[in-house]
């Protein structure tokens, strides 16, 4: 539409510049024309008559003048209706297009609204939505954080009663094992019959009475299997059950008669005692040199008349750790580093990851090392032992082909750093020197 308006407005500039020229050229011609005829009738007229020759060329002029702004004025005229014209035309295009646009702009002002009502509604729904999951979410946490401490409480629950029972089973398997006593290194022959060597044994290397030996009644006599005789080079031990518990205490006491010998007598205990006794036996010997009063039963130090379990091992008396300190770092401290630490790795702490309890940060790592390498038969076994040397060659045997994802998981060891260095703070009270 502005087009069209500078268009016609170059158009009617023409025709005015056009007619100008053309009026300009005109009067210069009636002036010439004017002179000419004068100069003519100057010539041509008497001189006796000079104000009829002015009269004459003053009309013919004024009359071609009129002419001529006649024509103008037509010519003027029709350029202003074409102009008109044009200009009705472009305001009605102006007029139109405006319409146009309003009515436009009208629709999307209306579809904005519109949109911005309904925007609005499924604001208000989602935001009532949002509000309703909240509540529901807080009332999940609630009820997810109070089945975490009810299944935490369980765990532990679970994991104590599992401990006690398996506590109980250990006692009455070397309750069971009271009457049993192991002979190491009785020369071994073939077809011999267990219970002639053995009061053979007693009469001969005892010094015990045939009387007293042909008294003697075994309820089993047997040397523990180990597969054929050509698969292993050592004599195999002789195990021996006694039907009378006072007859296994008369050879038990008999045992002193073999010092300076290569033959040893032991007691019968079932493996985890023997792990158990293994590692208080630098305490009791320790105890030993310093004269005190101490005895070893089953897995129980008892030392003036105190017992100590394995996991009492910080408890001791500070003459029998200190024996085990590999280095002091101040007047006060001492720094342990050993497998019978009681601040070591192996040592006995119980505590609960994840819902499951570890008794030392040994067992925790080779647990999850198990995991990590998805060996769950060996997980298992991890968890079900209490030794940590048994639990290094459990984890010394996975094959799996994930090794590079367990040096990659920090966090278990940072954890397992983080569960040692709480367990150090706590035990290193018990071994701190005044």
């Not at 002419?67 to 014209?85: A, G, P, V, W, Y």
């Not at 073999?258 to 006794?277: A, C, H």
């Amino acid at each position: 539409m502005p087009g069209k308006a500078k268009k016609a407005r170059a158009r009617n500039t023409t025709r005015h510049t056009r007619s100008s020229s053309e009026m300009s050229n005109d009067e210069g011609k009636v002036c010439d024309t004017e002179e000419t005829d004068s100069e003519e009738t100057a010539c041509a007229t008497p001189k006796g008559n000079p104000v009829v020759t002015d009269n004459v060329n003053i009309s013919e002029e004024g009359r071609i003048l009129i002419d001529r702004m006649e024509c103008l004025s037509r010519e003027i005229t029709k350029q202003n209706s074409e102009f008109h014209d044009e200009m009705n035309v472009l305001r009605d295009d102006i007029r139109k297009n405006t319409n146009d646009m309003k009515n436009a702009f009208k629709e999307e002002i209306s579809e904005l609204k519109s949109g911005i009502t309904y925007a609005q509604e499924v604001s208000e729904e989602n935001k009532i939505k949002v509000e309703e999951h909240e509540e529901c979410l807080k009332d999940i946490q609630i009820q997810s954080s109070s089945m975490s401490t009810a299944i935490k409480n369980m765990s532990y629950q679970y994991n104590k009663m599992y401990d006690e029972l398996n506590t109980k089973l250990l006692d009455m398997n070397v309750y069971s094992r009271r009457s049993a006593l192991h002979f190491q290194n009785i020369p071994e022959e073939d077809g011999e019959n267990p219970g002639d060597v053995m009061k053979h044994f007693f009469v001969n290397r005892l010094k015990m009475s045939k009387d007293e030996v042909q008294n003697i009644r075994f309820e089993r006599v047997h040397r523990i299997p180990l597969g054929p005789k050509e698969k292993y080079r050592f004599t195999r031990t002789m195990t021996v059950k006694f039907n009378w518990y006072q007859d296994r205490e008369t050879v038990w006491g008999k045992r002193f008669s073999l010092k300076g010998s290569n033959i040893y007598v032991t007691e019968s205990f079932p493996k985890e005692v023997e792990d158990n006794r293994r590692l208080l036996m630098p305490y009791f010997k320790k105890a030993k040199e310093l004269k005190w009063k101490c005895a070893m039963i089953a897995d129980t130090l008892i030392v003036k008349d105190e017992r100590y379990k394995i996991g009492d091992i910080q408890k001791l008396p500070m003459e029998l750790l200190n024996d085990n300190s590999s280095m002091r770092d101040l007047d006060t401290v001492f720094l342990y580093n050993s497998s019978t630490s009681p601040l070591g790795p192996d040592s006995c702490t119980p505590f609960e990851c994840d819902g499951t309890m570890f008794r030392s940060v040994t067992q925790y790592l080779a647990y999850n090392r198990a995991i990590v390498m998805k060996d769950q038969r060996t997980a298992d076994k991890v968890l079900q032992s209490s030794d940590p040397r048994q639990i290094r060659r459990l984890i010394s045997e996975i094959r799996g082909s994930d090794g590079q994802s367990w040096r990659k998981r920090t966090d278990v060891r940072a954890m397992a750093k983080s569960i040692h260095s709480r367990s150090v703070m706590l035990k290193s009270t018990a071994v701190m020197l005044v």
